[in-house]
């Protein structure tokens, strides 16, 4: 497996730093899996449309363009059998939201792919998707913003083929979200607070990313 964007530094590999945004999402009192997930809330949909550099843009092009599959690797069998006791939990956890098993695990396991991908932190971005779209693929926004990480059309052009209806296939979506995700952080040095605010296009303000840290505390496990 191959993390396609910029320096890889998932979140999850610093104790310290997650404790951190997870404490703060708990003093807020947020808990239940409804948060802030109700149909037609768009918080993405506020997302900017800014000029990105031609090597920027050639980047995250690139990393978009490379679709292999969501097939784990493992390099040994505890991390395979840890990764098995997460998928477990969090399908557990998820039934009410996606009913048939089948697609319940290629979700999970397509989220638990491309997170690991871009180095980024799964609890966090499962906060992020429920905040988003409430789990709910054909998701959209009255501003148009699509799918389980409301992604804005925009980006298909700017970093896509150009076809926006791309955005309701699963592996995309998720792929675009953490792609943009991934972008944001690196333009903030890894602050997440401030990246979630221009995913959210509200940078600097509370409201998202407080949303989005106590969602996440739905999908804490010691295997994530």
């Given amino acids: ?117 871009a180095g980024l932190d799964t609890t966090m971005v499962l906060g992020l998707i429920q905040v988003e779209s409430a789990f709910r693929k054909f998701a959209i926004s009255r501003v148009g913003a699509r799918g389980y990480m409301q992604i804005m059309p925009f980006w298909s052009r700017l970093i896509g083929d150009g076809d926006p209806s791309r955005l309701f296939n699963m592996q995309t979506n998720l792929r675009f979200g953490c792609v943009i995700l991934r972008h944001y952080l690196d333009r903030e040095r890894g602050d997440t607070y401030l990246a979630l605010g221009r995913y959210n296009g509200s940078r600097g303000r509370p409201e998202y990313p407080n949303a989005v840290y106590a969602a996440a505390r739905n999908w804490i496990h010691p295997d994530a």
């Fill in 1 to 117: 497996m191959k993390a396609g964007v910029g320096p890889v530094a998932p979140f999850d590999t610093d104790p310290l730093r997650r404790r951190d945004w997870l404490a703060g999402a708990g003093a807020l009192g947020l808990g239940g899996l409804g948060l802030l997930a109700t149909p037609g809330s768009a918080w993405a949909g506020r997302q900017v449309e800014e000029p990105l550099a031609d090597s920027v843009r050639s980047v995250l092009s690139a990393a978009i363009a490379n679709s292999a599959p969501p097939v784990p690797d493992f390099s040994d069998t505890e991390k395979r059998l840890s990764h098995l006791r997460w998928l477990g939990a969090m399908s557990d956890r998820l039934k009410k939201k996606k009913p048939d098993f089948q697609t319940r695990i290629e979700f999970l396991q397509t989220v638990w792919y491309e997170t690991r991908r």
